[in-house]
């Protein structure tokens, strides 16, 4: 189901769970109407989870754990979250199959507030055990279950690329497609220091963030396209729609970037062509697109030589580049100048297409792959032609 699809039954997310039979911590309290930090003596409007414990408060996702606490760095167990799941495909009426009524889990019996749910989750794929046929509903939820749980609502969609936290190593193998997905949708971010804790227990704050980014974010889609809005490309790029597409510094810019190695062809001494690779330094949410665009290009008949890539390279807090951000490309810079429209070089030598090999033609498939995946060439430029360029927000 799209998250969007998914906003207007947010109400449905309720961690009241049931009337009866739930623990207090689970069952909350009853809904004031305010705003979260009135409400809550321990959420302030300073704290970096005050908006989203504001939407999952107002939108009936999570309650109070008293009528006037949040308890944002308590825990959750992995029955809650079942529940939320499970609440949330019914009132959607996107309830699949039945569980059945005979106990799937050892620990988890026909009396027990969850056991509908956890029974629902198992049969429609949304959750699995823990093995020797337990699902321990009242252990605390870890950060990389969280994800899993989401993924697995969210359809297990195709994903790829790797994980740039210092502690990647420590995610486990079933959990990794479920955290890349997470991070790429920017429904879970890293905590401090480059880390993505994924053992670590969810705290009730961290899960107010993560249920608010998956039911309001759009889906992002793995790879880059033309159909992309402009909203979209900033989501994807910073996580959030902005006043102006730059980094504050380097230092926030580098933590962005990535290096790919893409397939070439170049030419020898003779004009011969022969396969090659080249690195380039790229925005991470771009490498996974980058590296389809190069293999498209190197699997072309064209044979386009390529003997030089740039990619990311901060040219100063006040620049308006893309190069700052990781978003764009230059292609065999002095054989695909940029010039005035007199034609007066600013940078490189010339723009020849069909004398010479490494100028891009405009009807070629350099141009056609990077146009396909949403970059805009700068040879469409107006005030300037850049036939080197390749830029996904287009400047």
Same mark, same amino acid.
Request: include cysteine.
């Given at each position: ?19 009866? &039979? ?25 704290? @970096? ?6 939407? *999952? ?20 167990? %992995?029955?809650? *979250? ?26 988890? =019996? $026909? ?5 509908? $749910? ?8 949304? $959750? ?11 252990? =605390? ?18 994903? &790829? ?51 608010? %980014? +998956? ?30 597409? %730059? ?9 962005? =970037? ?6 070439? @062809? ?7 062509? +022969? ?31 390529? +003997? ?5 390279? @901060? ?27 007199? &034609? ?31 970059? %805009? @060439? &700068? ?17």
């Amino acid at each position: 189901m799209n998250n969007f699809a998914r906003r207007g039954a947010a109400v449905a997310l309720s961690l009241s769970l049931l009337a009866g &039979g739930v623990p207090e911590f689970a069952q909350g309290a009853e809904r004031i109407p305010g705003k979260a930090e009135e409400v809550f003596d321990d959420v302030c409007a300073q704290d @970096w989870f005050c908006p989203y414990v504001q939407y *999952v408060y107002e939108n009936g996702i999570m309650q109070g754990t008293s009528e006037t606490t949040f308890s944002p760095y308590a825990t959750m167990t %992995r029955g809650m *979250v079942a529940q939320i799941l499970y609440n949330q495909a019914k009132e959607t009426d996107n309830i699949g199959e039945m569980g059945s009524e005979t106990p799937v889990f050892s620990d988890v =019996q $026909a009396d027990q507030w969850y056991f509908e $749910a956890v029974q629902w989750a198992y049969a429609n794929g949304k $959750a699995s055990g823990v093995g020797n046929g337990r699902f321990e509903p009242e252990r =605390q939820v870890t950060r990389e279950e969280l994800a899993m749980f989401l993924y697995r609502d969210a359809g297990q969609p195709y994903i &790829g690329g790797k994980l740039y936290f210092s502690d990647a190593n420590q995610v486990d193998g079933w959990a990794k497609n479920a955290i890349l997905w997470a991070v790429h949708q920017k429904v879970m971010s890293g905590t401090d220091n480059n880390h993505i804790n994924p053992l670590g227990s969810a705290l009730r704050s961290e899960a107010a963030t993560m249920f608010q %980014r +998956y039911l309001t974010v759009p889906t992002i889609a793995y790879l880059t396209s033309a159909e992309e809005s402009e909203e979209e490309r900033e989501i994807r790029i910073f996580g959030r729609t902005v006043d102006s597409c %730059r980094y504050p510094n380097s230092q926030t810019a580098e933590a962005n =970037q990535t290096w790919v190695r893409v397939p070439v @062809w170049k030419l020898d001494s003779n004009g011969s062509k +022969y396969s090659s690779t080249l690195d380039v330094q790229i925005h991470k949410e771009l490498a996974g697109s980058i590296q389809q665009i190069f293999q498209e290009i190197y699997d072309s008949g064209e044979q386009f030589p390529i +003997y030089s890539v740039g990619g990311y390279n @901060w040219r100063g807090d006040t620049s308006s580049s893309e190069h700052c951000l990781g978003t764009a490309l230059d292609i065999n810079p002095n054989e695909n100048y940029q010039c005035k429209n007199d &034609g007066t070089a600013i940078v490189g030598k010339y723009w020849k297409p069909n004398e010479d090999p490494y100028s891009i033609p405009a009807d070629g498939i350099v141009v056609k792959t990077f146009e396909k995946y949403g970059f %805009r @060439w &700068g040879g469409t430029f107006r005030n300037s032609k850049n036939y080197m360029h390749f830029s996904y927000f287009g400047t």
